[in-house]
């Protein structure tokens, strides 16, 4: 019931704010750090597909190549002040975490986070041992674990994207399309994406008086 109320209160303010209403396409900034130096056409094949399931929940994605030594990279990175900023990190394998084949996002317990790592060494073995093609895979590995960083706490879900598992029927899934973020995981990203946006608005617009 609190849980209830809490959301309804949030509605409202969010609704009341000019800004929340100006917000017509929800969007964030994801900055990639290939540190595998996977193949551009690679990586660019792998951030559309993951574009794209993004794109099917209502929410467009800003792709911005941070790999170190690149120096147009660099300067680009530093991004905007109102800008809601992501990071994906290509690393070769999970440094720390035996059970996670594909990646892992940093969330607090607070439920915000804004890294995620993939592992290409995962990626890799489940092209080997399947059909899937490596951009599909990556793609979708990319997608979930930006889900886990906007959907915070306890996000895994028993179908679509946000499944813990994944194993032939979801690789099925995954060449049919449909693996995607539900009706409700949508609707709480919307939900975490505004509440940011409000935020660094309402910041500018302090910093402007
Ligand atoms: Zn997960």
């Known amino acids: 019931m609190f849980r209830k109320i809490a959301i309804f209160i949030v509605g409202i303010v969010l609704w009341g704010s000019s800004s929340a209403r100006a917000w017509s396409n929800p ?4 900055n990639v750090y290939n540190d595998v130096r996977v193949s551009p056409a690679l990586l660019q094949h792998s ?4 574009g794209k399931i993004f794109q099917q929940a209502g ?3 800003l792709w911005r190549d941070c790999t170190p030594n690149r120096v147009e990279g660099r300067q680009m990175c530093l991004g905007s002040r109102d800008e809601i900023a992501l990071a994906v990190r290509i690393i070769p394998h999970s440094l720390s975490l035996s059970g996670e084949a594909f990646g892992v996002a940093f969330v607090g317990s607070d439920g915000q986070g804004a890294q995620a790592d993939v592992f290409y060494s995962g990626i890799e073995q489940l092209t080997n041992d399947s059909s899937a093609n490596p951009a599909d895979i990556m793609g979708h590995v990319m997608a979930h674990e930006l889900g886990h960083l906007l959907l915070g706490l306890n996000s895994h879900s028993s179908l679509g994207i946000m499944q813990a598992h994944w194993n032939d029927r979801q690789l099925r899934q995954m060449s049919m399309g449909f693996l995607k973020f539900d009706k409700r995981q949508s609707e709480a990203i919307g939900t975490r994406l505004l509440s940011v946006h409000v935020m660094r608005q309402d910041e500018l617009e302090r910093r402007e008086y």
């Open 27 to 30: 969007m964030f900034t994801v």
């Open 47 to 50: 951030e559309s597909i993951a």
């Open 59 to 61: 929410f467009a994605i």
